[in-house]
């Protein structure tokens, strides 16, 4: 709606926003003014602290889930004694976080390193989240096809042709990026880079100590009942 609506507002314009950081802002700033515009991004910025606390408990339980399934070292399974939160996983993974930023900023400077974090660093995170939602979207039709009957606590009411299309929006999301943005391809090179260092690792060391997981013991037990 953005690049829609955006190039036909006054003083605005497509060169304009093309160049600009905050076409968003822009276009507040042209029909509200600066005050309101500087109210209107204060209300964003809640929404990325919102978007910033979710990152950090799915993070947490991402890299639990890993340690505890014997991918990752499995100290970083540790969950806390009264709370029973993974509290050492979301630690870890934030000082992690961290440090890789802190060493962008003052490997390569504040302009060059901020560039790097805002764009190569954030394009890796898209790709993974684009990703994640196509392989998310191909497990449910697998699933939905091999196992109809297994007990779903919720059903999607969009079933396979919604799945489809989330598998769409990915890719096409994904081809847009790669093609218009030199800072994305970046990040899917070094995100690429990181799934083979993974992969190495499993075929080498993590699939020697893997303990199944409550989901993997599922799918195990109905492959055993199916046959297959």
Same mark, same amino acid.
């Given at each position: 709606?953005?690049?829609w609506l955006?190039?036909?507002?006054p003083g605005v314009?497509?060169?304009?926003l093309?160049?600009?950081?905050?076409?968003?802002?822009d276009?507040?700033k042209?029909?509200?003014g600066?005050?309101?515009?500087?109210?209107?991004?204060? &209300?964003?910025v809640?929404?990325?602290v919102a978007?910033?606390?979710?990152i950090?408990?799915a993070k947490g339980? /991402?890299?639990y889930?890993l340690s505890?399934a014997?991918?990752?070292?499995p100290?970083?399974?540790? $969950?806390h004694?009264g709370?029973?939160?993974?509290? &050492?996983a979301?630690?870890?993974? *934030?000082v992690?976080?961290l440090a890789i930023?802190?060493?962008?900023w003052?490997g390569f400077?504040a302009?060059?390193g901020?560039? #790097?974090? =805002?764009g $190569?660093?954030?394009?890796m995170?898209?790709?993974?989240?684009?990703?994640?939602?196509?392989?998310q979207?191909? *497990?449910f039709i #697998?699933l939905r /096809?091999?196992?109809?009957d297994?007990?779903?606590p919720y059903r999607?009411? #969009?079933?396979?042709?919604?799945?489809a299309? $989330?598998?769409?929006?990915? &890719?096409? $999301?994904?081809y847009?990026q790669?093609?218009?943005?030199p800072a994305?391809t970046r =990040?899917v090179?070094? &995100?690429a880079?990181w799934?083979?260092?993974c992969i190495?690792y499993?075929?080498?060391?993590g699939r020697?100590r893997?303990?199944l997981?409550?989901?993997?013991?599922?799918?195990m037990?109905q492959?055993?009942?199916?046959g297959?």
């Amino acid at each position: 709606m953005i690049v829609w609506l955006n190039p036909s507002l006054p003083g605005v314009g497509s060169h304009a926003l093309g160049t600009s950081g905050e076409p968003l802002l822009d276009g507040f700033k042209a029909i509200y003014g600066d005050n309101i515009a500087k109210l209107l991004a204060l &209300v964003a910025v809640l929404g990325l602290v919102a978007s910033f606390h979710t990152i950090i408990f799915a993070k947490g339980r /991402q890299i639990y889930s890993l340690s505890r399934a014997g991918y990752f070292l499995p100290w970083l399974s540790i $969950t806390h004694g009264g709370r029973k939160t993974p509290h &050492v996983a979301m630690v870890m993974g *934030s000082v992690t976080a961290l440090a890789i930023m802190f060493g962008l900023w003052f490997g390569f400077g504040a302009e060059k390193g901020g560039a #790097l974090i =805002g764009g $190569t660093l954030l394009n890796m995170a898209v790709f993974g989240a684009m990703f994640s939602y196509f392989m998310q979207a191909l *497990s449910f039709i #697998l699933l939905r /096809q091999k196992m109809p009957d297994i007990d779903r606590p919720y059903r999607s009411p #969009l079933g396979i042709g919604g799945a489809a299309l $989330t598998m769409i929006i990915a &890719v096409v $999301t994904l081809y847009y990026q790669l093609t218009g943005d030199p800072a994305y391809t970046r =990040g899917v090179l070094w &995100v690429a880079l990181w799934f083979g260092v993974c992969i190495a690792y499993f075929a080498l060391v993590g699939r020697h100590r893997l303990i199944l997981s409550p989901e993997e013991e599922f799918a195990m037990a109905q492959r055993e009942k199916t046959g297959a």
